[in-house]
């Protein structure tokens, strides 16, 4: 049987970070408000995050491959 673990904020960035390189708890905090983040659930005032979404939102943040700075996006 698979177990859900869930990450506190602080820790979601370390694993983003350990990861793809990239990510911040500001950041996480920041896009809870604006909308521009992970999944994530409530326990009481703590968010939590899963790998599994922590994955998924990084993965749409990364661009596809490029041969420029000044190649347009997709």
Do not use: C, N
Not at 23 to 35: E, H, M, N, Q
Not at 45 to 68: M, N, Q
């Amino acid at each position: 049987m698979h177990e859900t673990q869930f990450l506190r904020r602080k820790q979601a960035a370390q694993y983003l970070l350990s990861k793809f390189g990239f990510g911040a708890a500001r950041s996480l905090a920041k896009g809870a408000t604006t909308g521009d983040t992970p999944e994530f659930h409530k326990a009481g005032r703590l968010v939590l995050y899963t790998k599994e979404a922590l994955d998924k939102w990084a993965l749409s943040k990364i661009s596809g491959p490029k041969k420029s700075s000044s190649d347009k996006a997709a």
